[in-house]
């Protein structure tokens, strides 16, 4: 409907799903920390200061934004987001959460795959005020690993 990406797109989200590691790709495949039929979740290569650790929660198919996205697979993407703010608050003991979501260059988009932000948040974190930058991944190795054993702890009736 209103997509902007370039006819010849190399979506590294989608390569992620797939599991290839290339130049296209900051994401690695250690940084993965739920994987389910329709979505995936992984750490994020760009963190923010003072909230590390934060999760994208991805379609594992190809949608550009919002309004491409199936309202069923919208469900699910919120399903599991709310299954790693759950567990985020267990691992990195943070006193909230937030999430956000982009479309369109105009709305802050620069990865044209639908994807959700979970942020770990704390007492006067300046989120909105700073600005992010790529953590290499050792580092954020370390997030996934404990979100992963925070999430396995978790089970929720919902089957997710």
Same mark, same amino acid.
């Given at each position: 409907?209103?997509?902007?990406?370039?006819?010849?797109?190399?979506?590294?989200?989608?390569?992620?799903?797939?599991?290839?590691?290339?130049?296209?790709?900051?994401?690695?495949?250690?940084?993965?920390?739920?994987?389910?039929?329709?979505?995936?979740?992984?750490?994020?290569?760009?963190?923010?200061?003072?909230?590390?650790?934060?999760?994208?929660?991805?379609?594992?198919?190809?949608?550009?934004?919002?309004? &491409? /996205?199936?309202?069923?697979? !919208? *469900?699910?993407?919120?399903?599991?987001? =709310?299954?790693?703010?759950?567990?985020?608050?267990? #691992?990195?003991?943070?006193?909230?959460?937030?999430?956000?979501?982009?479309?369109?260059?105009?709305?802050?988009?620069?990865?044209?795959?639908?994807?959700?932000?979970?942020?770990?948040?704390?007492?006067?974190? &300046? /989120?909105?005020?700073?600005? !992010? *930058?790529?953590?290499?991944?050792?580092? =954020?190795?370390?997030?996934?690993?404990?979100?992963? #054993?925070?999430?396995?702890?978790?089970?929720?009736?919902?089957?997710?």
């Amino acid at each position: 409907m209103f997509n902007h990406a370039p006819p010849d797109y190399c979506c590294p989200f989608c390569l992620l799903v797939a599991g290839v590691e290339n130049e296209h790709v900051r994401s690695v495949q250690t940084d993965i920390v739920y994987r389910g039929s329709t979505v995936l979740a992984f750490i994020a290569a760009k963190q923010w200061p003072n909230n590390r650790g934060h999760v994208l929660v991805i379609p594992a198919t190809h949608f550009e934004n919002l309004y &491409d /996205l199936p309202d069923a697979l !919208g *469900a699910d993407i919120h399903r599991v987001a =709310r299954r790693v703010a759950i567990a985020m608050k267990t #691992a990195y003991g943070c006193a909230g959460v937030s999430t956000r979501q982009h479309n369109e260059s105009a709305g802050n988009q620069d990865v044209w795959h639908y994807h959700l932000h979970v942020f770990p948040r704390y007492p006067g974190d &300046d /989120l909105y005020g700073s600005r !992010g *930058a790529f953590l290499p991944a050792g580092e =954020r190795a370390r997030y996934a690993r404990r979100l992963r #054993a925070a999430l396995d702890e978790t089970v929720h009736e919902d089957g997710v």
